[in-house]
């Protein structure tokens, strides 16, 4: 376990958070990149694309705590954490068009958006399935020892 501010985080918890996050990122990255590939450069250096990635990762990862998609218990149920993950991808996918109605310069323009939430979508699952089947393996399990003869 990990402390961090006074509490204690499983390493299997910040494994799957730091992972999510870099699934976001680099979802959007490479949409940006295959939709406009011929100015990536300029939208991402320029007109605030890393900001705009940074700003949808957080979004995803706040919608995936909200959901509590992070709860190592409730991993074991395969088919409730597919309908939390469905749910947080419909929520993002609103929550940008409505932030990209008002705030124009939020979220990446055109159909690098789209393409980004395509590329999530595939990306969340596979890194989810990937996920369960790492810590289920020996080396991420958490040991405990109990100790004492009591009650």
């Not at 490479?30 to 939208?43: E, G, K, P």
């Not at 469905?86 to 929550?95: D, H, K, N, P, R």
């Amino acid at each position: 376990m990990i402390r961090l501010f006074n509490v204690y985080y499983p390493v299997r918890t910040l494994i799957l958070l730091v992972g999510e996050a870099l699934v976001v990122w680099t979802s959007f990255l490479v949409a940006i990149w295959l939709a406009r590939s011929d100015d990536s450069y300029i939208v991402l250096n320029f007109e605030y694309g890393y900001y705009q990635i940074l700003f949808i990762t957080c979004i995803v990862l706040l919608f995936s705590h909200w959901f509590d998609l992070y709860d190592a218990t409730s991993l074991s149920a395969r088919w409730d954490q597919l309908f939390r993950l469905l749910l947080v991808l419909g929520l993002v996918a609103f929550s940008l068009a409505a932030l990209g109605f008002l705030f124009p310069r939020a979220v990446p323009a055109g159909d690098s958006g789209l393409l980004g939430l395509l590329i999530l979508t595939i990306g969340l699952f596979v890194w989810r399935s990937t996920y369960i089947w790492l810590s289920r393996q020996p080396y991420l399990r958490e040991r405990v020892y109990v100790l004492g003869t009591g009650e």
